[in-house]
């Protein structure tokens, strides 16, 4: 069945540091797929999301590529700030729309 | 305007009781969830109603039932509540369309004691 495989966290970086969380996807067809973010004590929000292969979704300067070649849609940022420190999920809806499969979190706490 | 909304937010009681949290959204979609995000931040889907129609059931003890009186809305109602439902319960809602992404509520956190 479909899936997401997340990176474990937690993160731990300095400021305006590089961000790189991992993950791949199992799927049938051809998936959208999504990054949540989830601030403290907050709902998820949708922070970016790409639809097809090959399509970069991007938001706030945060970036991920849906890559069908090897099922992967990382989330990149170049420069991290403390108010970016939250739980970002990785997820897919699959061919009916209607059923969501998430990765388990990743915590990224970003210090000063 | 919030688009989607669940009362309460803070949910506080004792084993054996039944509660219900409520949840409405004002975004016209079809379909509506409920999530389970545990302490480790683990989220599990446990219904999902289109049009008033139940779609997803899992494996979910039968103390939980859900209502959709009309789309807008979906209804939590949890009998004999036990320790192990202590969690953040999300609503959200979604139009059902694969590049459609879910919404979320802002969660409530139910404490079992």
């Known amino acids: 069945g479909d899936s997401v495989t997340q990176m474990e966290g937690p993160v731990t970086l300095s400021e305006e540091a590089f961000l790189t969380i991992n993950c791949t996807y199992t799927a049938t067809g051809y998936p959208s797929l999504f990054w949540y973010v989830q601030y403290p004590g907050e709902g998820l929000q949708l922070l970016l999301k790409a639809t097809k292969a090959d399509d970069k979704g991007s938001n706030k300067g945060f970036e991920a590529t849906y890559r069908k070649e090897t099922t992967s849609f990382h989330l990149e940022k170049g420069s991290v700030q403390v108010s970016d420190s939250a739980v970002y999920f990785c997820a897919l809806s699959g061919i009916t729309g209607n059923q969501f499969y998430f990765g388990t979190g990743t915590s990224l706490t970003v210090i000063p | 305007d919030t688009a989607v909304s669940q009362t309460p937010k803070y949910l506080v009681t004792q084993m054996g009781n039944d509660k219900s949290i409520k949840c409405e959204q004002n975004l016209g979609h079809d379909t509506m969830y409920w999530y389970k995000q545990d302490s480790k931040k683990f989220l599990k889907i446990m219904f999902s109603y289109n049009n008033k129609e139940l779609i997803i059931n899992e494996t979910v003890p039968n103390r939980f039932s859900p209502k959709s009186p009309d789309k807008a809305h979906l209804n939590l109602h949890i009998n004999s509540l036990e320790l192990g439902d202590s969690a953040v319960y999300f609503c959200?809602?979604?139009?059902?369309?694969?590049?459609?992404?879910?919404?979320f509520g802002n969660g409530t956190r139910l404490t079992v004691t």
């Open positions: 959200a809602s979604s139009r059902g369309q694969g590049s459609s992404p879910l919404h």
